[in-house]
């Protein structure tokens, strides 16, 4: 919802597919050699996992779409553990970076232009960061936002964006704390050149007072979810990711628990955030400290197989083509009001409702703005092994 102008339940898309049947339509590509181990529901075909009701497997290739009520549904086989094609990986990863310690700021550039999303914000270079004392680099990394200043400006803040760029792979957030609070609106992102062309991936986000993450999609023509083919715990919102559009609001998937944003995120002391990116999918998870899987905390290889159903799941392939997505950079902000944040301020918040009412609040009361700030371990990112 990065670019939102719309609540975050406002909308809802239809899925689009009005495709004659299509038979015998293959959609064999490279395939890895590993055993599968499929999902509740999926059958196994060669080494990918597919779902029955959608495709039948002759030999090792997958074929045969079928039409349901007019729709066609499409797309490359689904569920935890099944094979990739082309780039794709369900196997293992190895490690490649760790941003984390003294050092974490090398790794990012600091935006310093006008919020595209219209906030409340004045976002500074490292140094005025580190002047106002907003950042600070460690175990943990700490990011925070000004919190003794009437700003008529805007709040000072930070949005960071990764030197480098990536295509595919897993990426894991390792955070004790999130910004939480009325006006405002943090997120954890990845960005692809020349949006909506390369694509946008929005892992942590939310407004306000939201305990429940969001996680959605934004890319150029062409890419509506299937959401017979998503297997998830979150609640899918709407379903093409088509943006700037009469509807800017991306594809969205709710978080069904109250632990995965804000105060909730906070108040069990956070988490990891893991992304998986393929080309057959984009699934996040999220687990709470106490509950991260043993390979995440060994530090070594990761294998988002064995993690269980995630929060988010996105096919890709079919209906939205895995080359909406490319060379992203992992980003990191926090502004206030705007788009999101102003458009639906209010509920549970003071001083009335709307973008002038979060404005207020935001402008003249630094100190509500103490919780505003991101606690980090380590942002990790891996290859396929
Ligand atoms: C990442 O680097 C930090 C130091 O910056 C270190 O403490 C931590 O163990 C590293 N994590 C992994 C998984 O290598």
Redesign the pocket.
Known sequence: MRWSSSSPSSSSSHVGLSLPLILALSISGARHAAAVTCGSGLSACGDACYNPSQYTCIGTTLCLYHCSGGTLLQGPETGGGGGGTGGGSSGSYK?VD???????FNNFDFFTGADPTHGTVQYVSQSAAQSAGIISAG?PTVIAADTTHVQSGGRTSVRISSKKSYNTGVFLFDMNHMPTGCGTWPAVWMLGPNWPNGGEIDIVEGVNVNTNNQVTLHTSDGCTINTSQQSQTGSTLTTSCVSPGSDNSGCGVRANTGNTYGAGFNSVGGGVYATEWTTSAIKVWFFQRGSVPSDIA???NVTPANWGTPMAHFPLGGSCAASHFSNMQIVLDLTFCGDWAGSVYGPGCTGGSGNAACQYLVINYPQNFKEAYWSIN?I?TFTAA
Request: charged content about 5%; cysteine-free; aromatic content about 14%.
């Open positions: 490690p760790n941003f984390s310690g003294s050092s974490f175990s060994s530090g070594g380590s990790r």
